[in-house]
């Protein structure tokens, strides 16, 4: 299984940005796919995930601005994120729970994402 995430960068305060991560090895429709970030100094956390049926669950600090989806003929999910904050900044990472007897957690390599005040 490989995750493939890119699309950070550094933008400014009110901008958007969209994250993707392509999926190899699994399918990312018939599994758990989520969005962690951890900025410098903090602990890894959660802002974003979905089920294979399509429901969504948000981080309260990103309720409302961010948005994830996925796009099945691509294998792909994306983070769509909106009205960016200072708070923000961190390294994105998208995650598959392979779901089944024994659930795995894939990580995919860390995208940094920058909000300039």
């Known amino acids: 299984v490989q995750l493939q995430a890119s699309g950070g960068g550094l933008v400014q305060a009110g901008e958007s940005l969209r994250l993707s991560c392509a999926a190899s090895g699994i399918i990312v429709s018939d599994n758990v796919m989520g969005w962690y970030r951890q900025a410098s100094g903090e602990e890894r956390e959660l802002v974003a995930s979905?089920?294979?049926?399509?429901?969504?669950n948000y981080d309260d600090s990103v309720k409302g601005r961010f948005s994830i989806s996925r796009d099945n003929a691509r294998n792909t999910v994306y983070l769509q994120m909106s009205s960016l904050k200072p708070e923000d900044t961190a390294v994105y990472y998208c995650?598959?729970?392979?779901?089944?007897?024994?659930?795995?957690?894939?990580w995919g390599q860390g995208t940094q994402v920058t909000v300039s005040s």
């Open positions: 995650t598959v729970e392979e779901l089944g007897p024994i659930p795995h957690l894939y």
């Open positions: 979905m089920t294979s049926g399509g429901s969504t």
